[in-house]
C-alpha cells in the first residue's frame, strides 16, 4: 500500500511539473555604493532608481482584485547586506498596532512580512516583518508553508529596521545582513513573496498573489527576486553568546531552605558555509523561558506543548517535524527534563552541553546532526544521558523532499536503576506537495529498538489532502505497534490502528455579512489490533468567516470510546468509570471569534451535551483589551461543570489566565501572568521584564511563584493560599559577531 501510495504521487507530481507555467512576477534587486541609514526615511537617491515590487493583489475580502491600499517594495544590495524600502499606501491615519513588543502577532494589527525563499527550492524561507511604529519580527517557514504549524517566530537574529508615519501612508526600511541568511551563492534568483495587513480598509494584501485558499506564507505562490550583482561569498562569521545568571529560590513543600545559585555558560555558532552552520551550548541555562500557557486535560492522553528553548529553535523543523504531531519521534523537549525513578514525577535534568551541525550541504540536501549531555542524580535515581540525532533531508521533484532519521538515547547505568540502557529510533518520511499546493501530504515508517525488548517496533502514517478553491478532501491514517517506544519523541498513544477522512465544501457568497463559509465532516476512528474498535468521533459542521474579519463555528458530535482501563471522566481525582465499558454519545460544540482590529476583542468556544454516561456543560476562550500602542489586559479561562449520575454532586474543573504585558518602548518588554487550574490545586504568578539592550542581547529578569489553592467551589476554610515554591532569576545575555 505504502509503495503504491508513492508511485502514484510520483505520477501526478510529474504530470504538473510537465505542465506550463504561467510567467511569474519578477523584482530586480539592485546594486548600492552609497550609505543607507535606516531610519525609516526612503531619502537615499538608490530608492528612486530601482523598480519596485508593486500591484499587490487582495487576498481578504477576496483574491480575484488589485488591493485598494496598495504597497511598494524596493530591494538593493551591497558586499555587506540587503536593503529593503517600503510605502505602505492607506486611506487615513488610525494605524493599529497592539504592542511594541517584538516578534508581534500579525492579526489585527497594522504590519507587512517579506518571506525570502533564499534557496529557491519553494520548500525553506525565512521572513522578516515591521509595522508603521518600527517594531519588527522575524521567523522561518518550513516544509513549504503549506499549513499554519510551518510558520514559527521563535528564530531570533541580529538585523535592523525602523518605520515613519505619514499622512496616509507609513514607510519602512530594513537591513539584513547577509551572514544572518543562508543561501545558495552561485544562485541568480530567490523565491519572494509578501503580504500586508491594512487594517483600514480590512484588507489583506499579497505580492505577487495568493490564492485564498492557501496559507498567507504558502510558498507554492512565491515570486522572483533576481539579482543584479550575485550575492557575496559567505564570510565565515563566528558569533558568541555567553550569559551569566543568578537565582534564589526556596521549596516549601520539601520544607528546604532557601538557596542560591550563581551560572555561567553560552552558545557559540560557526557560519561554516552560506548554507550551513555548527552551533555549540555549554551548560545551558533556560531560565528565562516564557511559562508555558496551561490547557485543562480530559483525554486520556500526555498534552502537547512546544519547544521554547532557544538553542532547539534553529533549523528545528529539520529534526521535529517527523512524522505527525501525534506519533513524533524526536520532541527536543524531552531532552533535559527526566522522570523521578523513585516518585515518577517530572524533573529538570542538567544538561552540561552539545552540539547542532545543521542547514544546507548543497542547494538540494539538508543536514542535521545533534548530540547532547546529560547529567546524573542520584537522588533522584536519574542516570547520565546522551542524545545523539542525526537528520538528512534531500528534494525531490519540484516541492518534495524525502527525510531520514536516526535517534539513538545512551544511558548511564541505567540498568542498574531499572531503566532502559539505550533506545534507538530509525525512520524515513516522505513529504510531498505539487506545484500549487493541490495536492500536499506525507507517507513514513519509523522503527524502535531498545535493550531488553526483542525486534524492531513499528510505527507508520499517512497524509494526503487535495485543496482547491470550493472543495478540501483529507484522508489521514496511522499505526502504531505494540511495544513502539521513542523515548525522546512524543507518541500520544500505542497498539493502535486509525483513520480520519474529512471533506468540506467552501462558498463565497457575492452580497451580505459572510465574506465565505465552509460546510463539512470529518471522522476518526480508532482500532486496536486483534480486539476492534475503541474510539470514534463524527463531526459535522460549518464555519463562517465575515467580512469584518469576525468568525463562526458550529458543530455536531458522535463520540464512541471503549474503555480499557478505570477513568475519571470529570479530571477532578472523582470516582472513576469501570474499566471494559463502552459509551457512545452527542453534544454540540461552537465558537465565535471577534474583529480581532477592536481594543476590545472576545473569543467563546461552547459544549453541551451528553458525556459518557452523564451531561457536561462548559465554556473556554479569551478576552483582550489593548491599549495601544503599549500592550493589553488578557483573560483565558476554561471553565467546565459535570453533571454525572455516580457522582453525589455536579463536578467542575476551572482554568483562569489572566495577563497583563506592558511595552515601556521597543526595547523594554513586561508580562505578569497568573494561572489558576483547580486541576492542579495550583496558582501559579510569573512576573517577567525583558530589556534588549543591544541586538539579540537581553537582561531577564523572572519572578516565580506557585501557591496551593484547591478547589474555588471548596469551603473557605479549603482555600488556603499556601506556598510551595518560590524563584527570581536575573540573567545577562550578549550577543557578541568576531
Known sequence: MKSTFILVLIFISVRLVSQSKDSPKVVDVGDVSERIVIDGVLDEKIWSKVHPATDFLQYFPTDTLIA????????????????????????????????????YRAGGNDNITLVFDTFDDRT??????????????????????????????????RWRGEAQKYDGYYTAEMSIPFSTLRYDTKSEKWGFLAYRFDTQSNELSTWPGTPQNQVLFNLAAVGEMRWQKKPPPSKKQISIIPFVSGAVNRDYVGGIPTKSKFDIGGDAKFGITSGLNLDLT????????????????????????????QFFIENADLFGQFGFSTINPFFSRRIGVARDSSTNQTVQNRIYGGLRLSGKINPKTRIGVMNMQTASNDVQGLPAANYGILALQRNVLERSNISFLVVNKQSANANQLGLNAYNRVLGMDFNYANSDNTWAGKVFTHGSLTDNQDGMKISHGMDLTYNKRFIRLRWNHAYVQDGYNAEVGFVRRKNYISAAPEAALIFYPKTG?????????????????GFGRTDEKISFGTVMSMDDSARLGLGVNREFIYLFRDFDPTGTKSQKLAANTEYTYWSITGFYRSDSRKKIRYQLSPYI???????????????????????????????????????????????????????FSKSVFTTLFVQYNSQDQNTNVNARLQWRFAPVSDFFLVYTDNYFTGNVTDSLERFA??????????????????
Open 721 to 738: 493560599w499556601n506556598v510551595r515554591n518560590r524563584s527570581i532569576v536575573a540573567k545577562l545575555t550578549y550577543w557578541f559577531n568576531v
Open 68 to 103: 485598494n491600499a496598495q504597497t511598494e517594495i524596493y530591494l538593493v544590495a551591497d558586499n555587506e547586506n540587503l536593503y529593503v524600502g517600503i510605502k505602505c499606501y492607506a486611506i487615513g491615519n488610525n494605524w493599529i498596532v497592539s504592542s511594541l513588543r517584538r516578534d
Open 513 to 529: 455579512p459572510i465574506n465565505s463559509y465552509r460546510v463539512g465532516v470529518r471522522t476518526e476512528m480508532f482500532w486496536k489490533p
Open 609 to 663: 451535551g451528553q458525556y459518557f454516561n452523564g451531561k457536561r456543560y462548559g465554556m473556554r476562550g479569551g478576552l483582550v483589551l489593548r491599549y495601544e500602542p503599549r500592550g493589553s489586559i488578557q483573560l483565558n479561562y476554561s471553565v467546565n461543570w459535570f453533571d454525572m449520575p455516580y457522582l453525589e454532586e455536579i463536578k467542575s474543573t476551572i482554568l483562569i489566565g489572566p495577563r497583563i504585558d506592558y511595552t
Open 124 to 157: 525553506n524561507g525565512i521572513f522578516f516583518g515591521i509595522n508603521p511604529e518600527g517594531v519588527v519580527r522575524e521567523g522561518v517557514v518550513t516544509n513549504g508553508g503549506n499549513e499554519r504549524r510551518d510558520f514559527s517566530e521563535s528564530w531570533d537574529n
Open 282 to 309: 555549554v551548560n545551558p541555562d533556560f531560565s528565562q523561558v516564557e511559562v508555558d500557557r496551561q490547557i485543562t486535560n480530559l483525554s486520556r492522553f500526555e498534552l502537547f506543548f512546544p519547544e521554547r528553548r
